[in-house]
């Protein structure tokens, strides 16, 4: 097996301990001795429903409940040097590091805590949620906030086991690793655990259990927290669809005091409760303005899983942009789109606006403030998106425009262009915007054949394919339009609820029409039709690229180096995590190090052609035939 990847440059220059010999007080809990975040006792919960935990913000001290046999298959020296903990370099700190990260034994001064948050899940509000597999060690010197994923049963549980299985597990590793080194702001990975146990799930949820080994990630906020937008929605009164309310709803003094220890402790030049809701607006905007710059779809955006920091968390079934597609959604069970690539700004808003909306009830924030926070919104992502673009096409500032970005877009739709290999073919134009048919030719080889876009339409009508019979449903929906309390008799439910799931279906049943015409039209166009087509439909994109690379003055050599800068040289595409899982699953991890190992490098054009790179130097075009049909789990 290889050895584990260097430590980075990058890494921090304080003191560093081996885990063998930390101090008696490395990790702290100040969240848990402030009044203004009540702790309860925290017995694991009953293998039922959600039991609801009043009064409570943390539950504290949750039991270690220890995997046999941990491994540690990876680290990350970037992120173990800003905890202050060295590398691993004997058999027996890989031992003591194994043991702690798995959730076998406490690092000194830890704590184990489990947060209690609620959330709005797919747009609808679930009531109470918490750290459900989430363990909080505590925080390490500099305030960087330790958790555990995986470790585990806590009282969030509710039915579920507190485990995850390799697979899951190496996503998320490898996915904060790399979205770090991009520049994305995001929580950190320390360390990737296996054990020998094993545990029964369905990957698919079709009724075919397998399985799979067990594995612990710990997680890192670095000089943040792992707080939540759903942490405030603990206080949330009844939800008028879903009837559920949070465990302490309208409890002002509570979610007070809550937002005062929010606020003091990492939003110190925060003035008002205005102000904090207008820096979560800039935080998200910017996020999700890094998010779309570098082709990346979170896949499960629930109030839940949005950092009050504007962090990427909760790495559950994302993706990243391949034949490029607007409604890009790498999650399986997402049948609606909700949370696909184009809405991922609108639903930041939308998140937002619950958010104030909790704080408006419990008499934290004024009744104004939305249009702020909109506004504040839209010109941050603007502002993001706009210089994002400028620096991936290698434009000086001020060149350019958003239509540009927007155009470029619409035409690597229209192409099914590969996201991340069309940048890397536009630096040879950036160089010589005079050749305009070199360029042509290397933009061909990034878009897809017409048998891979139709393969992938299939995975998408998987996706999209509609819950009732469409006739059936076309009726509902008239008698929803005409006389919607009929339909809330009918069904005992709000009328609301039942005619917002009727419009979810509708929208189903509208995306699977398209996919399927879409399917029909490549299944039927030859190779050499396509790519004619798709020359064409560059041609007039790159006449305005061509312009603005010419009003922008810039040389080639400063444009391709500004472009090497800003676009990566690959992204973790799920084809390629699924390599490394199968390999993993053997038992072989090189894989996982070697991903690590480029992402150090992501931006650096000499170090991926200075050597063979395996799966990860393969560009789109050699991707195998299965990678069409893959889901993101």
């Not at 929010?262 to 935080?283: D, G, H």
């Not at 790498?330 to 909700?338: C, E, K, V, Y």
């Not at 005409?482 to 279906?505: T, W, Y």
Request: proline share 6%; hydrophobic share 40%.
């Amino acid at each position: 097996m290889s050895s584990t990847p260097a430590a980075s440059s990058h890494a921090s220059s304080g003191a560093s301990y081996s885990v063998l010999a930390l101090p008696p007080s490395f990790l702290s809990t100040p969240y848990l001795s402030d009044p203004r975040l009540p702790v309860t006792s925290a017995g694991l919960s009953p293998l039922s429903s959600v039991s609801p935990n009043p009064g409570a913000v943390f539950s504290a001290p949750v039991p270690l409940q220890p995997l046999p046999s941990p491994t540690l298959a990876s680290v990350d020296p970037r992120t173990l040097a800003l905890l202050s903990i060295s590398a691993p370099a004997s058999p027996a700190e890989r031992a003591a590091l194994a043991e702690a990260f798995a959730g076998n034994a406490l690092l000194p001064g830890s704590m184990p805590a489990a947060h209690c948050y609620a959330g709005h899940q797919f747009g609808s509000f679930s009531g109470q949620l918490g750290d459900g597999a989430n363990l909080n060690l505590g925080l390490a010197p500099g305030g960087h906030w330790l958790q555990l994923k995986g470790s585990g049963r806590t009282p969030y549980s509710r039915t579920a086991d507190g485990r995850k299985v390799l697979r899951s597990t190496i996503r998320e590793y490898l996915g904060s690793i790399f979205l770090d080194r991009a520049g994305v702001p995001t929580t950190l990975a320390a360390s990737l655990t296996v054990s020998t146990k094993r545990i029964t799930r369905d990957k698919f949820y079709s009724g075919q259990v397998s399985h799979e080994l067990c594995a612990v990630v710990s997680r890192v906020a670095k000089g943040a927290s792992f707080f939540r937008f759903g942490s405030f929605e603990i206080y949330k009164d009844t939800d008028p669809l879903t009837r559920r309310a949070g465990p302490n709803p309208l409890d002002a003094d509570m979610c007070r005091g809550f937002y005062d220890y929010i606020a003091e402790t990492y939003f110190p030049s925060v003035s008002s409760p205005l102000e904090f809701m207008l820096e979560q607006a800039r935080s998200t905007a910017r996020l999700f303005a890094a998010w779309d710059a570098i082709g990346f779809t979170h896949g499960v955006l629930n109030t839940d899983n949005m950092s009050l920091h504007g962090l990427t968390i909760d790495y559950g079934p994302y993706g990243f942009q391949e034949a490029f597609d607007f409604t890009h959604t790498p999650n399986g069970s997402d049948n609606t789109q909700r949370y696909c690539y184009e809405k991922q700004r609108e639903i930041g808003e939308w998140n937002l606006l619950k958010l104030a909306e909790v704080l408006r009830a419990n008499e934290v924030l004024g009744e104004a403030g939305d249009a702020e926070i909109k506004s504040a919104y839209a010109e941050a992502y603007d502002a993001a998106i706009l210089d994002a673009m400028r620096r991936k096409l290698g434009l000086a500032q001020g060149g350019g425009d958003r239509g540009l970005w927007d155009a470029l877009l619409t035409t690597m739709q229209a192409t099914h262009a590969d996201f991340t290999d069309t940048f890397l073919a536009l630096e040879t134009f950036a160089a010589n915007p005079d050749d305009m048919m070199a360029a042509l030719d290397e933009l061909a080889l990034v878009c897809s054949p017409p048998a891979s876009v139709a393969a992938s339409c299939e995975r998408k009508l998987k996706i999209t394919r509609p819950n009732m019979d469409p006739r059936q449903l076309m009726q509902l929906w008239e008698v929803a339009q005409s006389d919607p309390e009929k339909l809330a008799a009918h069904f005992g439910a709000p009328a609301a609820a039942i005619v917002a799931e009727l419009r979810g279906e509708m929208d189903k049943l509208e995306a699977y029409s398209k996919i399927a015409q879409l399917q029909d039209k490549f299944a039927n166009t030859e190779e050499e039709e396509k790519r004619d087509a798709d020359r064409a439909s560059w041609r007039v994109w790159m006449g305005r690229y061509k312009k603005a690379l010419e009003d922008g003055g810039s040389t080639g050599e400063e444009r391709v180096a500004l472009m090497q800068s800003a676009n990566p040289r690959f992204v973790p595409k799920n084809w390629q995590l699924q390599e490394i899982i199968d390999r993993a699953e053997r038992g072989d991890y090189d894989g996982v190090n070697e991903m690590v190992e480029a992402a150090d490098h992501v931006f650096d054009a000499g170090w991926w052609k200075g050597g063979e790179r395996g799966i990860l130097g393969k560009r789109q075009r050699e991707a195998p035939k299965s990678a069409d049909g893959l889901y993101n789990t």
